[in-house]
């Protein structure tokens, strides 16, 4: 267990912040363009793609990719966080990935040419839907929100699982016929008695009093997340109940989490007051920010 001091002090309040944008967007291979001295050798597209010399308030954000000597470097401003934003261009590629293939698979296609065009044209719209002044440590984890049911309701649903999967077993034409007509009746049923457990699990929620403590829950086994802080999270729009220095600390934590293999707790007390509390156990990462001004540490804990 570690325990420290951090947060915003009244000389860091002072200081001129910048929202996080992305400035620049390369993807860069020595190998395909001239050699130094020779002229740049740059492919890629997005927002103001442009030399540019890095301020103070520029960070960059460097990752490798699968094709040789090929990397991709994201410039931007903003807080410092260079995790969630590392996690925001491995998802690019991922991205990439899925709809266009690997780099080295455009490479056996076409050559460098062919590359080119695909980053160009897949890059050049997919850079425009980042926000990343939305991005925390939710998007590090890339986890997936499971809506909770009673027993009865995921009853029903597991056992249409199994009827499906024991009925329909080969992907062609027939296939998808009987698929229509095994799940369209069932899902009908299915999404009304989702629908009317999501609305009961509103009306309890809504009713509780604000809680003292709050907390962001991640499993690596199942990538189950589970999050009272976010009270909104799409790609363009992170709405969160507490303040961005205390998302900033949760994002240190786990930057922290990132460096050792071993189960881990740091309890921090900010500069506001609050305590933020993060453990990593069995692949799970919990992180908790509790309300409680008058607290010890040994309370804490």
Request: charged letters at 25%.
């Amino acid at each position: 267990m570690a325990a420290a001091a951090a947060g915003a002090g009244a000389g860091a309040a002072q200081e001129k912040q910048f929202p996080p944008a992305l400035l620049s967007f390369f993807i860069y291979n020595p190998r395909f363009g001239p050699r130094e001295g020779e002229g740049g050798c740059r492919m890629g597209s997005g927002p103001g793609s442009r030399g540019a010399r890095l301020e103070s308030s520029l960070v960059n954000s460097l990752i490798d990719w699968p094709l040789p000597d090929c990397f991709v470097l994201g410039v931007r401003q903003g807080p410092d966080n260079d995790k969630v934003y590392s996690s925001v261009l491995q998802q690019c590629y991922s991205m990439y990935k899925l709809f266009n293939g690997t780099f080295l698979r455009a490479m056996e296609d076409g050559g460098v040419k062919l590359l080119k065009e695909r980053l160009e044209k897949f890059f050049h719209r997919y850079l425009q839907t980042l926000h990343l002044q939305s991005c925390d440590l939710l998007d590090i984890f890339g986890g997936i929100s499971f809506f909770p049911l009673d027993k009865m309701t995921y009853l029903k649903i597991q056992s249409f699982i199994n009827r499906v999967e024991e009925s329909l077993s080969i992907p062609t034409l027939d296939f998808c016929r009987r698929l229509d007509s095994v799940v369209g009746p069932q899902l009908t049923v299915l999404a009304s008695d989702i629908c009317e457990q999501f609305n009961i699990n509103k009306r309890v929620s809504g009713s509780e009093k604000e809680p003292q403590f709050k907390f962001i829950y991640f499993n690596h086994m199942n990538l189950a997340e589970k999050s009272t802080i976010h009270m909104r999270k799409t790609p363009s729009v992170s709405l969160t109940s507490v303040h961005p220095d205390l998302m900033k600390i949760l994002g240190d934590i786990n930057s922290d989490f990132t460096r050792v293999d071993e189960d881990e707790e740091i309890i921090v007390k900010a500069m506001s007051d609050y305590w933020v509390v993060g453990k990593k156990s069995d692949q799970r990462e919990l992180y908790v920010i509790l309300n409680q001004k008058n607290a010890n540490l040994i309370e804490v804990n």
